[in-house]
């Protein structure tokens, strides 16, 4: 048998540092002394300074304190009580501007200056490059084709009997079950309860819409009145129930999602003219076909959920400038990128099932996204399904500039002029 390089490298550092005196034991548990921070909710000033008493005892500077909690924040401190514990500070993230992109869509139709926080040089540059080309050629037409975020409840049966009783109840009491899921919120609605067995486990895929918000607390939060009503009223005896059993694709790629959607399902096209891909892009439509059928096939071979280029990079940039929950990138970024030949040039598509996203509630109301949102004009109620629209847009053009770039052979080279040598 033939042990790899790196593998026999692996294991000497492991060795070296096991083999130094006291290594033996770094590994062994060491309870004495433990200790944590006791949890503060509402955040001021006082707060955040006994905070950084602690930590000044510890690794953290002055210098990290006043980057940290500057004077702005400091001012601003109560107004993040809603949105997290234990506040120290705030993290300042660069902010560039792409666009204005052209957007002829459903909900969302105009030239939107789109605000990205990223510290990835060339990312900026990149889909701003692409929504120039998409705009001279028309713009962006999307379209919202489905929304409902799932909270997928499980309950825990003794035999696989009740287990269908439950389900024959849950369907005989579905009215009385969707209103006290709905008392808990203005803006959501129970719109569909579809049951899944496993012996003596069920799953129960409840979808709801959201209003303008993303929707994420909200549905937990309805979902657990639901839950508790069949707990306390359905006379088949429940062992144990859990308001959600990891079945919904919450901030994971799934199967699930990419089929029936979680959040809004976005799709968006283009039509790019010959002449501008020559002009804007320095490559052709057949250029970047052939490099699509390799990428595709890529895609097929390592087992993506979907085939796309990168999503993630627009979705996270975007989420972090306008309070979106950060960690729905995960489900967000799974969908279908498709290039085709086209009598006027290049037809380009995403197809986009899991955006998550809110132009209320959540981090939008925090002061630096709340200006992103208001750069976009995209702020408050009314917005939602317009904000999916224009984030499904916004991941089209990166998907034009990367496959461009690589099919022209200069993917590296703007990452070295815009990144490394900048």
């Given at each position: ?97 792409v666009g204005p992109l052209r957007v002829n869509g459903v909900y969302a139709n105009g030239d939107f200056t789109v605000p990205l926080a990223t510290t990835e040089a060339a ?300």
């Open positions: 048998m033939i042990i790899p390089h790196h593998v026999t490298e692996m294991l000497a550092r492991v060795r070296a540092r096991i083999m130094r005196p006291g290594g033996e034991q770094s590994l062994d548990p060491k309870p004495e002394g433990a200790h944590s921070y006791r949890p503060v909710r509402t955040a001021s000033e006082k707060s955040i300074a006994r905070y950084w008493d602690l930590l000044m005892k510890g690794a953290a500077s002055a210098t990290d304190q006043e980057a940290l909690a500057d004077p702005t924040t400091l001012a601003d401190a109560a107004s993040y009580s809603a949105n997290i514990e234990n506040m120290i500070g705030t993290v300042k993230v660069p902010v560039g501007v990312l900026v540059a990149s889909y701003a490059r692409g929504a120039h080309i998409a705009s001279r050629a028309g713009g962006i037409s999307t379209a919202v084709l489905y929304e409902g975020v799932l909270r997928t409840p499980a309950f825990v049966f003794e035999t696989l009997m009740q287990a269908g009783q439950f389900v024959d109840w849950v369907v005989s009491h579905i009215d009385g079950l969707k209103s006290e899921a709905e008392k808990t919120t203005r803006h959501g609605k129970l719109v569909s309860v579809e049951p899944v067995i496993d012996t003596n486990v069920v799953f129960l895929l409840c979808r709801y819409t959201t209003g303008d918000a993303s929707g994420q607390n909200m549905v937990t939060i309805a979902t657990d009145a639901f839950c508790r009503h069949a707990a306390e009223t359905c006379p088949v005896p429940i062992k144990r129930w859990y308001v959600e059993g990891n079945f919904s694709g919450d901030k994971k790629a799934s199967a699930l999602g990419m089929l029936t959607g979680r959040g809004r399902k976005v799709s968006a096209s283009v039509v790019l003219p010959d002449e501008l891909i020559g002009k804007l892009l320095g490559t052709t439509a057949e250029a970047m076909l052939d490099y699509g059928r390799v990428a595709n096939l890529g895609a097929l071979f390592s087992g993506q959920m979907g085939a796309q280029a990168h999503y993630a990079n627009a979705l996270a940039a975007l989420y972090i400038a306008t309070g979106q929950d950060a960690a729905c990138v995960a489900e967000s970024a799974v969908g279908f990128t498709r290039m085709e030949p086209h009598e006027n040039g290049l037809f380009c598509s995403v197809t986009m099932p899991n955006i998550l996203v809110g132009s209320v509630g959540g981090g939008t109301g925090l002061p630096s996204q709340m200006a992103g949102l208001n750069i976009m004009g995209l702020k408050g109620a009314g917005k939602g399904a317009a904000l999916a629209e224009v984030t499904a847009a916004l991941c089209l053009c990166g998907e034009i500039s990367i496959v461009a770039a690589l099919s022209a052979g200069d993917f590296v080279r703007a990452h070295e002029s815009l990144a490394r040598h900048r």
